[in-house]
């Protein structure tokens, strides 16, 4: 079965420093990948998503299939980055369904 | 708002009580899907729709629990006989067939006392 584990429940960072989300997956097909956040008392929304290999809001995570692993990343965080971020994988044949990771909440820090 | 609608954003219930939450998806989405998010956990599959047909069943979902979207729109999730474990945020989220991104509501709360 598939599985999304988030390892840190918990990051603080001070702005202007450097961010990474840890995610790991186990499936042993080619799963689709995302990023979701959720700020303070907002819905979901997708951040964005391995095949668009686009940046949003600064954020890139790149799919590592030899470490099953989808790593979000910033440069440099802002005091608006502060949020819940869930690593969620889609099996492309399934009706796709999202496995979520447990999440982890960033906190930047001024 | 044109975005996934979910009515009562809040319930409390007795324990043994049903419940029903009902969800409105963005109107060209023919998928809908039900998940369950409990306390410092991330959000877990119920169940899917594919305009009128459930496609999808989780194990999570127990003979008290039962899914429809009669007329492929609105979606309703009915808890029968409502226990303490079903204390949740239940959400919705609505997509277009073959594509991944899902839109989400903003939930149902449910606490059962």
């Known amino acids: 079965a598939q599985r999304v584990t988030q390892p840190e429940k918990l990051l603080s960072v001070f702005k202007g420093a450097p961010v990474e989300l840890k995610c790991n997956y186990s499936?042993?097909?080619?799963?689709?990948l995302f990023w979701y956040v959720q700020y303070s008392r907002q819905r979901l929304q997708l951040l964005l998503r391995?095949?668009s290999r686009e940046s949003i809001k600064g954020f890139t995570a790149d799919l590592n299939k030899g470490e099953t692993s989808f790593h979000l990343k910033k440069p440099f965080a802002q005091e608006e980055d502060s949020a819940m971020y869930y690593c969620?994988?889609?099996?492309?044949?399934?009706?796709?369904?999202?496995?979520f990771g447990g999440g982890t909440r960033l906190m930047v820090k001024p | 708002d044109t975005g996934v609608s979910q009515n009562p954003r809040h319930k409390i219930t007795k324990r043994g009580q049903n419940v029903t939450f009902r969800c409105d998806p963005i109107?060209?989405?023919?998928?809908l899907y039900w998940y369950r998010q409990t306390l410092g956990q991330g959000p877990e599959f119920l169940t899917y729709?594919?305009?009128?047909?459930?496609?999808?069943k989780s194990r999570l979902l127990s003979d008290r629990f039962s899914a429809e979207r009669p007329k492929g729109s609105f979606s309703t999730l009915e808890i029968q006989r409502t226990e303490q474990g079903d204390s949740a945020m239940y959400l919705c989220?609505?997509?277009?067939?073959?594509?991944?991104?899902?839109?989400f509501g903003q939930g149902t709360r449910l606490t059962v006392v």
């Open positions: 109107s060209e989405h023919n998928r």
């Open positions: 391995h095949i």
């Open positions: 729709f594919q305009n009128e047909a459930q496609l999808e």
């Open positions: 499936y042993s097909g080619s799963p689709e």
């Open positions: 989220a609505s997509s277009q067939a073959g594509r991944g991104e899902a839109f």
């Open positions: 969620a994988l889609s099996l492309n044949n399934a009706g796709n369904m999202l496995t």
